[in-house]
């Protein structure tokens, strides 16, 4: 007959045991967290990256052709300026305009995204509600009209726009349109 094996008897696991195994895990789990963090920050970077490229390709769209295309409307604008900063410590006011076009009683503030949202049309309102204010302070007494400039405008948002009182400017082919909907009453701030 053959042998009979036999085997050693096994130690039990011991609360030392199971700690030490626990905090292993957990150190382990926190380099992965940390690894995890520092992918996350850097795909963010990266996509906030090629959001700006993306919202600097929709401005060279829409500047080229935005003060003839409202000037075909009757504006007559003589002035354009882009990425236009104002800020006045005094009063911690501070934003941004993508464009802004000027003629004597009349100033367009146009907000460019490659796709906007109802979010920025909202933070377009405040835009225009700080630049009137300012204006205001200084007796500038022209009229602020806002627009909200996109390459890919869904309804729902050009919808909104319009509720709010901009003007909505949409990449059509090569070039630009301003949409004005019948009934439209453009908001002034």
């Known amino acids: 007959m053959g042998k009979i094996k036999t085997r050693k008897p096994q130690r039990g696991l011991t609360f030392d045991d199971v700690w030490a195994m626990f905090q ?13 963090d520092r992918q996350m920050k850097e795909t963010d970077r990266k996509i906030g990256a090629l959001g700006n490229r993306f919202g600097e390709l929709a401005e060279h769209l829409v500047a080229p052709n935005i003060t003839e295309k409202f000037n075909a409307l009757g504006f007559n604008f003589e002035h354009i300026s882009q990425n236009h900063e104002i800020k006045e410590t005094s009063k911690h006011c501070y934003t941004e305009v993508d464009i802004m076009l000027e003629n004597g009683s009349t100033v367009m503030v146009v907000e460019i995204k490659a796709k906007p949202s109802e979010k920025d049309i909202k933070e377009h309102i405040q835009r225009m509600e700080i630049l009137r204010s300012r204006a205001d302070t200084r007796n500038d007494r022209r009229v602020y009209r806002g627009a909200i400039a996109g390459a890919i405008m869904v309804k729902s948002v050009r919808d909104a726009a319009y509720k709010a009182g901009f003007y909505v400017i949409e990449q059509t082919g090569d070039t630009v349109k301003i949409s004005v909907p019948e ?7």
């Open 183 to 189: 009934g439209f009453t453009p908001r002034e701030w």
């Open 24 to 36: 292993e895990s957990d150190r382990k789990w926190q380099e992965m967290k940390k690894d995890t």
